[in-house]
């Protein structure tokens, strides 16, 4: 795929152990080195394209993680690191859990692993970018039909 645009990254940590969140940061640092693969690292929802949650889903982080997809622009992609992330993982039948991410927000990659290798989440990072790229695509079109119609 034709890659054309350099979708920025935000990380949220969602109630992982944090064995997740040191994977990913391996992943952003040098020794793995995602950021050659045209992507850029963001604290800012609203600057960014896709999402990397780690961690499983409870009642005081759902209101958070809904927000702040809420705040990212369309198109987006959401991508689940660790199966924490996934499903609950190890945590899913404590009494706080109420799941993986997709129970709040749409996820469209998974990458499973407990913790998640950093060759996985770059392998997720790819995926979410050619996602993005292609929803970037299908975005550009409507609205140049969009604009067409409105100059007939
Ligand atoms: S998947 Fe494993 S390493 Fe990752 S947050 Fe859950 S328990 Fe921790």
Request: glycine content about 10%.
């Given at each position: 795929?034709?890659?054309?645009?350099?979708?920025?990254?935000?990380?949220?940590?969602?109630?992982?152990?944090?064995?997740?969140?040191?994977?990913?940061?391996?992943?952003?640092?040098?020794?793995?080195?995602?950021?050659?693969?045209?992507?850029?690292?963001?604290?800012d929802?609203?600057?960014?394209?896709?999402?990397?949650?780690?961690?499983?889903?409870?009642?005081?982080?759902?209101?958070?993680?809904?927000q702040?997809?809420?705040?990212?622009?369309?198109?987006?992609?959401?991508?689940?690191?660790?199966?924490c992330?996934?499903?609950?993982?190890?945590?899913?039948?404590?009494?706080?859990?109420?799941?993986?991410?997709?129970?709040?927000?749409?996820?469209?990659?998974?990458?499973?692993?407990?913790?998640?290798?950093?060759?996985?989440?770059?392998?997720?990072?790819?995926?979410?970018r050619?996602?993005?790229?292609?929803?970037?695509d299908?975005?550009?079109?409507?609205?140049?039909?969009?604009?067409?119609?409105a100059?007939?």
């Amino acid at each position: 795929m034709n890659i054309k645009r350099s979708p920025w990254l935000l990380h949220y940590d969602g109630s992982s152990c944090n064995g997740c969140d040191i994977e990913v940061l391996a992943s952003l640092t040098p020794v793995y080195d995602a950021e050659r693969l045209g992507v850029e690292n963001t604290g800012d929802p609203m600057q960014a394209d896709i999402l990397l949650i780690t961690g499983g889903i409870n009642t005081q982080n759902a209101p958070v993680v809904k927000q702040l997809y809420d705040q990212m622009p369309r198109p987006k992609v959401v991508v689940a690191v660790g199966i924490c992330a996934c499903t609950g993982g190890v945590f899913k039948e404590t009494y706080n859990i109420l799941g993986g991410a997709d129970k709040v927000i749409p996820v469209d990659i998974y990458v499973p692993g407990c913790a998640a290798r950093p060759q996985s989440i770059i392998d997720g990072i790819i995926q979410a970018r050619e996602l993005f790229q292609q929803r970037s695509d299908e975005h550009d079109a409507l609205m140049r039909s969009q604009k067409g119609a409105a100059n007939v």
